[in-house]
Nanobody, 124 residues
Framework: QVQLVESGGGLVQAGDSLRLSCAVSGGAFITYTMAWFRQAPGKEREFVAT????????YYADSVKGRFIISRDNARNTVSLHMNSLKPEDTAIYYCAATNSGGYYYTIETYNYWGQGTQVTVSS
């Protein structure tokens, strides 16, 4: 059974940086497409970034492009989200997700496995 556990959330000020991590257990990690989504209060869960399986291609939401970086460590079965120049509108619960099947990388339905989420709060 595949399990995802996020860590690294917290309260920061606008302009600060933060790194989220997601530890993955079970399954063939190297083959998974990994992603981060987020959900702000009263809003739907939205795509943030993805790192595609073996190819390593990365895609970002326009709202975080140039500020966030997704990376993975296949030796440690972890994926990270490096968040720079944080803004109050980045405040949300951030979720790690994984899939070993095809689909649109930016849609929730593509992902088979989800973490429990970690809160990121950015004060102005």
């Amino acid at each position: 059974q595949v399990q995802l556990v996020e860590s690294g959330g917290g309260l920061v000020q606008a302009g600060d940086s933060l790194r989220l991590s997601c530890a993955v257990s079970g399954g063939a990690f190297i083959t998974y497409t990994m992603a981060w989504f987020r959900q702000a209060p009263g809003k739907e869960r939205e795509f943030v970034a993805t790192l595609i399986g073996r190819s390593g291609r990365m895609y970002y939401a326009d709202s975080v492009k140039g500020r966030f970086i997704i990376s993975r460590d296949n030796a440690r079965n972890t994926v990270s989200l490096h968040m720079n120049s944080l803004k109050p509108e980045d405040t949300a619960i951030y979720y790690c997700a994984a899939t070993n099947s095809g689909g649109y990388y930016y849609t929730i339905e593509t992902y088979n496995y989800w973490g429990q989420g970690t809160q990121v709060t950015v004060s102005s």
